[in-house]
């Protein structure tokens, strides 16, 4: 497997980070004075990310907190290449993530991309996961793995975002952060960590309120988070977690056709079918909202045998979620059709067995790990109309009543050696899921049934190093996508479950190259292509449901750019650059081929420009974000949310005093004022596609920390 790793500043942090990692004192990530060297681990063993054959970038923790709120992972992934994050301004549904086109067509949620934090699933055995879960707060860095090496993470396509929490060190200190901005946004965060007795812990606790930038969008999450770091014996580490996410209420604006969009971005789509108050919206009408309330708790312990080592894993967890959508009273008459209220109760846990060898062999490094990971969720799932009587968004007689079961049983093998100029790398992952549903509410029929999905997905890459600073890399991969279990509930026209929905199957190549100009500037760039046959694509969406289908074979080919350079005089610049061509290879029904695939923009920019003074005290910088158009459907006929270009602006300003260490921050995104849509919902059978993105947004916040 790849796991990315810590980015420094000098070269001495960059031992010290290197020597954390293999059971030393950690070393913060703050402030790079360099072009920072990032470290990765292939099959778990630490060596420089220019000498791994894949497309991996990392975010730090100065890059995640820089003048940011750390509320969305989208404020940090910004700058990944070959990532697109869009921020629906919509936390019923959280942010929409896709990489190289895989993930875009999500209707909620994440998929396609598969979301890891602290060595813990974020995604269910699916491949469905929430972005929210993660805390920003006490953030070390997060990892981006694109291209074919995913595949060795098992049932996902595009990639992977893992993310890794900051260890508990050192003298015991306390901060706080209080932030705030344009709509009503406020946020107060408290932490504190340390170390004592031999045990480093980490304490976070946070509350985020908005009234939304968009009509019916209000907003307040609550998360906390605790992690225990200790050292049972020389040669073992033993890491604890608990986490949790509360969202009471959170209002779900919904989409809204072009010409709601034109006449008002903020606004929502009026109710044609309110008598009683024409100008009321379905939002406002049926009182779209969801609550959600998710805990978990892991454990990761590591046993080191000379170069050897064992690493075991465990974790579980309790997700409910009550959701209410916009369906009239007619639309649910069918004896089918499960309701305008989701309600369910989910129980989850796992865990990952993993062995490390590394032996000399014919004068390199041959490294082999062979791990299993076993992960299960069941829900208790019911639906219930959203009309009691004349009441309209509430509660009302049962419609859905039945129990999923979700499990997967992976095992996996990845070996590498390194030698001389050389990196061969080959691994082989066995991805399996079963579905299991017994329905309990058999009034409209019986909806009972299972289905099973596996494949054995391999995964090959050469590395050459053509020279000190310039290397050069292929790689190839099958991949493996199965249905999600929120794919697999409807079938058109609001059925039952869709058990005849196949799985996605890919083919991923991967040319690529990684330069460094001294410890200036440092260049990545990758050609890709990714085959897909029985792509999943969107049958019908409305109100909040969306219902699946098989459909051609679809092409993505693309490129990805990225330049790191420090300019002088305090100067630095940063760009990334994703070139995509995503199409359907075969028509099927009215799509003909070559139509482009929905959710997917050709072109995707990041730019910045930025200045610090020579003791750090001061940041500053002008950043721009670019993308060309998105088509919201597939047979492209409807309009496509036109492309845009933003220029954001920020300022950072730290002090520090015996003890004492302050920060303040200023931030105005959007600064031209420009009306664009910020994301799209793929396929909506209303043509409601647009979710519009804010107009110009300021924030400002101050942190404060002391040292006991």
Not at 380 to 401: I, T
Not at 411 to 433: F, I, K
Request: charged letters at 25%.
């Amino acid at each position: 497997m790849v796991q990315l790793s810590l980015q420094c500043k000098p070269m001495a942090l960059f031992c010290g980070a290197l020597a954390g990692l293999l059971g030393g004192p950690a070393v913060a990530a703050d402030d790079p004075e360099t072009v920072p060297v990032v470290v990765v681990t292939g099959s778990r063993i630490e060596h420089d990310s220019a000498d791994f054959p894949a497309a991996i970038d990392v975010v730090d923790a100065w890059r995640i907190g820089l003048a940011q709120l750390r509320v969305n992972a989208s404020e940090a992934l910004a700058a990944v290449p070959g990532l697109v994050v869009l921020n629906r301004q919509n936390y019923a549904q959280d942010l929409q993530i896709s990489s190289r086109g895989f993930g875009a067509r999500s209707a909620f949620g994440v998929r396609g991309v598969r979301l890891i934090a602290d060595g813990i699933p974020a995604s269910m055995p699916d491949g469905q996961g929430q972005a929210a879960t993660f805390n920003l707060d006490m953030a070390e860095r997060i990892e981006v793995l694109r291209g074919p090496f995913s595949a060795l993470y098992g049932n996902h396509s595009g990639g992977v975002v893992q993310l890794f929490t900051r260890d508990g060190e050192g003298r015991p200190t306390l901060a706080s952060t209080v932030s705030g901005g344009s709509d009503g946004t406020r946020k107060l965060d408290v932490n504190a960590q340390g170390e004592s007795g031999g045990i480093g812990y980490v304490l976070d606790a946070s509350r985020f309120d908005t009234d939304g930038y968009r009509d019916h969008s209000a907003a307040r999450r609550d998360q906390a988070f605790a992690k225990l770091t200790m050292r049972p014996g020389a040669a073992s580490r033993l890491t604890i977690t608990a986490s949790s996410l509360t969202q009471d209420d959170t209002e779900d604006p919904l989409g809204v056709t072009w010409a709601t969009f034109r006449r008002d971005p903020r606004a929502g789509e009026i109710d044609s079918t309110d008598t009683q108050l024409p100008n009321r919206t379905l939002a406002e009408r049926y009182n779209t909202r969801k609550s959600i309330d998710h805990q978990q708790g892991g454990a990761a312990f590591e046993q080191r045998f000379g170069p050897d080592r064992l690493r075991i894993m465990a974790y579980v967890g309790k997700r409910k979620v009550i959701q209410y959508q916009a369906f009239s009273r007619g639309f649910q008459a069918p004896p089918s059709h499960s309701g305008g209220v989701v309600d369910f109760d989910r129980d989850f846990h796992g865990v990952e067995i993993q062995w490390i060898a590394v032996r000399e062999v014919a004068g390199g490094k041959l490294s082999t790990t062979v791990g299993l990971e076993y992960g299960r969720s069941r829900d208790d799932r019911q639906g219930f109309e959203n009309v009691a009587g004349a009441q309209l968004g509430v509660k009302g007689a049962l419609r859905r009543d039945e129990r999923d079961t979700l499990s997967n049983l992976d095992p996996y093998v990845q070996t590498e050696w390194a030698g001389g100029p050389w990196v061969l790398t080959a691994g082989l992952r066995r991805s399996s899921l079963k579905v299991d549903v017994e329905d309990r509410y058999l009034s409209n029929g019986n909806d009972s049934g299972a289905v099973d999905y596996s494949r054995i997905t391999p995964v090959l890459g050469v590395l050459y190093k053509v020279r000190d600073a310039l290397n050069v890399y292929a790689s190839a991969a099958r991949g493996f996508e199965t249905p999600t279990l929120n794919e697999l509930f409807y079938s058109s026209g609001g059925g039952g479950f869709n058990f005849r929905l196949a799985p996605a199957r890919s083919t991923h190549l991967e040319l690529g190259a990684k330069l460094r100009f001294g410890a200036e500037t440092r260049i990545n760039a990758a050609l890709f292509q990714a085959r897909t046959e029985d792509e999943m694509v969107v049958d019908s969406a409305a109100g909040g449901r969306t219902s699946y289908r098989n459909a051609s074979s679809t092409l993505r080919r693309g490129a990805e750019l990225s330049v790191e350079s420090l300019l002088g005089g305090g100067f630095s610049t940063r760009a990334a650059l994703t070139l995509l061509r995503a199409t359907y290879e075969t028509g099927f029904g009215n799509v003909d081929a070559g139509k482009r695939l929905p959710g997917v923009p050709r072109a995707n920019t990041y730019a910045e420009l930025a200045w610090k003074d020579a003791p750090g005290r001061i940041e500053t910088a002008l950043e721009t974000m670019a993308s060309s158009k998105i088509y919201a459907e597939d047979a492209n006929l409807e309009a496509a949310a036109p492309g845009y270009a933003v220029v954001n602006a920020r300022l950072q300003a730290r002090q520090s005093v015996d003890r004492w260490r302050f920060k303040q921050f200023l931030r105005v995104n959007n600064v031209f004022d420009r009306r664009y849509v910020g994301s799209v919902i793929v396929g909506d059978s209303n043509r409601r596609y647009y979710e519009a993105a804010p107009g110009r947004q300021w924030m400002a916040g101050a942190s404060v920390e002391y040292t006991f």
